[in-house]
């Protein structure tokens, strides 16, 4: 069965203004096709998700649609625009909100759903920011129930200072950009087939038991 | 064939001097014995390793013997303490000379060494400042060639302000700190065992040369 | 005439809830009237402040107010909870909104209307991400036009893992956290008092002509 | 009497290798001598200085002369390279001696030695990072006694990936980072010399005794 990858746009700006992140997911998006990755995509802001840490914050809220897709999908990537040097706000909301996927783990097992799923970062900005914000993500990403492949990420940032951003510099035209493009897509199918057919095994309510015997701390 | 596991101490202590990281780096150990994982520390401190981004920076020069232990092992943790709410300059200087990896691909598949390896972090300090330090470390991981695994990582730290760190405080007793260090070996364990078993088969070269023929910048 | 300290409490959680930030800001408030500085709080998450990056990002938006009430402040503290091992959410839509005060410079001199204020950060938690939040606020302040005083911050964190947050774990009876919220409040107060008998010179704009004149790019 | 600023070198190169922080720097210098402020350089990494945390690591240890040169300086600027998105090993390292500050407060007062000094940063680098950096040293200058004030850093650096660094890029002819060094030194200069004469009036040390009274943890 096909693989599919899913992005969470994190751009602050709502649909229909241009997004250089969703013209860097498209992209990628080309990449997958390759390697016959179907591929999804959610701007974010273009849902109500509130501000919290629960899969659910009650009404009107859009995130559990949201996270549907995820639980639907092999891979994640998480795609950024760079403010401030380091991801946009958007983004953190976005992470804030796996947060509750710790209260959907399996009963028997302790799993999360998201494990043996693969993640990713994307992000892009005229400047400096991409490497913290790959290092938050990849972190969130680790502690949600997802693996990090080799070299799970690609970004665009121009030179010091204001200046075109992805589509008016091209940077689908630039080659350190693509490779890291073309390995991230490469690398992460690889690794989610991998997993489906040997997925973790850990019995995370086990482990805990174990954990809690040689403690004297119990949360 | 045993999976090998090596962790790099990154305290700024010379041996024999007390160290925090180190106690709780034999905590790790233990877990990986239930699961007949060989384990090896090296304090890296010991060793004279220079300043420098290349797999070896010349005379006297110690960091080669350690990159071959991390070549010759399965899983590597990078384990710190924390300085100024991050890693130590010990830690940074070793995430710097791993860049020599890309140096060392293989000519033909453009892998490095380090591909199919499993990476992971401890962070122990008296507070603040365990997941800045992971997530620098994660990002690391993955662009020198490592697959992260889920959960990958452990820590512990106390309130803030001054306090006692690992040893004093008991976080071999600490149960948070405890099931996070089961999850990971367990974690890494599996991964490293499955990506023995089903190597990525990324050719980086023909990914490169892919991305060329898209991009207008050549490097 | 008395100073004026201004709180952004970027808690996630919007009123009646309970805020721990909002706690750990009545606890700042109280050393800033021993010293006679009025204080005024703004809980950003019950304001409708819009996703984006200028000063006013149009109908319903609410930043506008609460900017107006940044400029008549003489000292600005941002005071954010912990999520994911850094400021939330909301901190960072703050962060992002205060880009607009480039566009508000004043026309002879370039100085932003955020000249001569005083910034500082407060971060509550139940664990670990205090410093990378404070690093992140820091470097904002100083960008969007303030200055930032001796130990200019201070914190509540608790062990590694789930546990009580600031009210419960009695945060306000935490000797390190008040030392450093004194040491941060008359540090605050005595800085804005000289910046405000003595403000900055800086032509912003004939520096850019001068910046200009030596070099090649003129963006 | 004239002011007088201070750069640490903090690149990984041992002298005479070529040093694109210098070259920064001594753009810097220029300006600084615009305004009569005295300037020196200290490259870091050509002098032994030890790991560790306090002002004086015993035998060899070369940390102790420059850190009188910072007593004796009233303007200290942090200037690092990037490697791994961040500051440098060797700039982690000067950041951890600096905790050795806090070992000699002055007996009445409390204050360190750097109380009424300036902190600024410079950060220069073939690509992304900046920003991290700034932000960390930003943190750690205020913890170790110094203001920073309006816009306190210049970085230089390229686009995404491989590329020229400020040397080669002609970063001293890039507007962007030019500007950003000419209100970085005026506003240092203008901050130097207000503090120099109105200091900061804080007694640390009643503080903590008003703090101690309003807690139950003591320390």
Same mark, same amino acid.
């Given at each position: 069965?096909?693989?599919?990858?899913?992005?969470?746009?994190?751009?602050?700006?709502?649909?229909?203004?241009?997004? &250089?992140?969703?013209?860097?997911?498209?992209?990628?998006?080309? =990449?997958?096709?390759?390697?016959?990755?179907?591929?999804?995509?959610?701007?974010?802001?273009? $849902?109500?998700?509130?501000?919290? &840490?629960?899969?659910?914050?009650?009404?009107?809220?859009?995130?559990?649609?949201?996270?549907?897709?995820?639980?639907?999908?092999? =891979?994640?990537?998480?795609?950024?625009?760079?403010?401030?040097?380091?991801?946009?706000?958007?983004?953190?909301?976005?992470?804030?909100?796996?947060?509750? =996927?710790?209260?959907?783990?399996?009963?028997?097992?302790?799993?999360?759903?998201?494990?043996?799923?693969?993640?990713?970062?994307?992000?892009?900005?005229?400047?400096?920011?991409?490497?913290?914000?790959?290092?938050?993500?990849?972190?969130?990403?680790?502690? $949600?129930?997802?693996?990090?492949?080799?070299?799970?990420?690609?970004?665009?940032?121009?030179?010091?200072?204001?200046?075109?951003?992805? =589509?008016?510099?091209?940077?689908?035209? $630039?080659?350190?950009?693509?490779?890291?493009?073309?390995?991230?897509?490469?690398?992460?199918? $690889?690794?989610?087939?991998?997993?489906?057919?040997?997925?973790?095994?850990? &019995?995370?309510?086990?482990?805990?038991?174990?954990?809690?015997?040689?403690?004297?701390?119990?949360?």
């Amino acid at each position: 069965m096909a693989l599919k990858a899913l992005f969470l746009n994190c751009t602050l700006k709502k649909s229909p203004e241009t997004s &250089n992140t969703a013209a860097f997911i498209t992209q990628a998006e080309k =990449i997958f096709a390759e390697l016959d990755v179907q591929t999804e995509t959610v701007r974010v802001v273009d $849902h109500d998700v509130k501000f919290g &840490n629960s899969s659910d914050e009650g009404e009107g809220d859009q995130w559990p649609a949201i996270l549907q897709k995820v639980k639907d999908s092999d =891979i994640m990537i998480i795609a950024t625009p760079i403010w401030r040097g380091d991801r946009s706000a958007v983004a953190k909301l976005v992470a804030e909100r796996f947060d509750g =996927i710790w209260d959907e783990a399996d009963e028997e097992t302790g799993r999360y759903p998201t494990f043996n799923k693969v993640g990713g970062v994307m992000v892009d900005g005229n400047e400096d920011g991409a490497k913290k914000a790959i290092s938050s993500i990849c972190f969130d990403l680790s502690e $949600h129930g997802f693996t990090v492949p080799v070299n799970a990420f690609s970004y665009y940032v121009g030179k010091a200072g204001p200046g075109p951003a992805y =589509i008016e510099a091209k940077g689908d035209r $630039h080659y350190f950009t693509n490779r890291n493009l073309y390995n991230m897509v490469y690398n992460m199918a $690889h690794l989610a087939k991998v997993l489906k057919e040997n997925p973790y095994q850990t &019995n995370v309510n086990e482990l805990n038991k174990k954990a809690k015997k040689i403690s004297d701390t119990q949360e």
